[in-house]
T-cell receptor
Framework: AQSVTQLDSQVPVFEEAPVELRCNYS??????LFWYVQYPNQGLQLLLK??????LVKGINGFEAEFNKSQTSFHLRKPSVHISDTAEYFCAVRIVEADKLIFGTGTRLQVFP | DAGVIQSPRHEVTEMGQEVTLRCKLI?????LFWYRQTMMRGLELLIYFNNNVPIDDSGMPEDRFSAKMPNASFSTLKIQPSEPRDSAVYFCASSPLTPSGTIYFGEGSWLTVV
């Protein structure tokens, strides 16, 4: 079975500082990896996804993530955060031969001025 | 193109009442997912359909919950009878019929059962 672990439930950071949100997955088969963002009282919006090819994936709003197969990780990074990045961030995995998208428990990013 | 459309956005109902949540898929999408989000359990996949056929309903909590796709573009999630522990945000999502396809979420239906 597949699973996703987001190691940090909350990440506080000051504006313009870099941030990394950690995600590790477990799967015995090939997977696709996703990061979604959820702003307050809204649905989930895709930030970026890794399907194949280059392990460094760039997404919207200046975010990027790196797929590391040996460490089964897909950490999300941004070199300089803004107040508007305050939101819940979800890592998710979908196995290549199936349809289900399995989510991690989420990381709340709180950006302070 | 319009995104995934859910209704109602907010509902407050009394315990024991029937609740029906509705979802319209993005045109051309073949897969439909229902998720539930709570503080305690996070995002849980309740059920998903491919081409109107339920593929996996192992996440449906109990027999009080049922989901249907009467046609290719529309789905309902019904709770009968509702209980306070059903209070949550229910998300509908759709995607093309390929695992590499992006899953697009609706804005959610915020259910409170009192």
């Amino acid at each position: 079975a597949q699973s996703v672990t987001q190691l940090d439930s909350q990440v506080p950071v000051f504006e313009e500082a870099p941030v990394e949100l950690r995600c590790n997955y477990s799967s015995s088969v090939s997977v696709y990896l996703f990061w979604y963002v959820q702003y307050p009282n809204q649905g989930l919006q895709l930030l970026l996804k890794y399907l194949s090819g280059s392990t460094l994936v760039k997404g919207i709003n200046g975010f990027e993530a790196e797929f590391n197969k040996s460490q089964t990780s897909f950490h999300l990074r941004k070199p300089s955060v803004h107040i508007s990045d305050t939101a819940e961030y979800f890592c998710a995995v979908r196995i290549v031969e199936a349809d289900k998208l399995i989510f991690g428990t989420g990381t709340r990013l709180q950006v302070f001025p | 193109d319009a995104g995934v459309i859910q209704s109602p956005r907010h509902e407050v109902t009394e315990m024991g009442q029937e609740v029906t949540l509705r979802c319209k898929l993005i045109s051309g999408h073949n897969s439909l997912f229902w998720y539930r989000q709570t503080m305690m359990r996070g995002l849980e996949l309740l059920i998903y359909f491919n081409n109107n056929v339920p593929i996996d309903d192992s996440g449906m909590p109990e027999d009080r919950f049922s989901a249907k796709m009467p046609n290719a573009s529309f789905s309902t999630l019904k709770i009968q009878p509702s209980e306070p522990r059903d209070s949550a945000v229910y998300f509908c999502a759709s995607s093309p019929l390929t695992p590499s396809g992006t899953i697009y979420f609706g804005e959610g239906s915020w259910l409170t059962v009192v």
